[in-house]
């Protein structure tokens, strides 16, 4: 299959679960909102990574859809086998920063 100028035509992007959270180490990782359709949604992802949650929004909105309200609480991220994990708030702790 070509697309414009008889150029391949790539795969449709697939982000999957884990798109997005390569990391060597905790300096790596950042929270970041990713939005959903309750509005704020913390991810831990790449720094590098870019989210839209305005885009996740108006999607909600034009599809009319609506969604599960809630995130977990966490209190920053670290690097754990490769990935950007969220670290569990603990109770009567201030978020990192």
Not at 63 to 74: Q, S, W
């Amino acid at each position: 299959m070509s697309g414009p100028e008889g150029k391949p035509e790539l795969p449709p992007l697939s982000l999957g679960v884990d798109a997005g959270r390569a990391c060597r180490s905790d300096s790596d990782c950042a929270m970041k909102d990713a939005g959903s359709c309750c509005g704020y949604r913390p991810v831990c992802v790449n720094k590098d990574t870019p989210t839209f949650p305005e885009k996740v929004k108006a999607a909600c909105a034009e599809d009319g859809r609506v969604g599960i309200c809630g995130f977990p609480a966490i209190d920053g991220c670290q690097c754990v086998a490769g990935k950007c994990q969220g670290v569990p708030m603990m109770e009567n702790s201030e978020p990192l920063q």
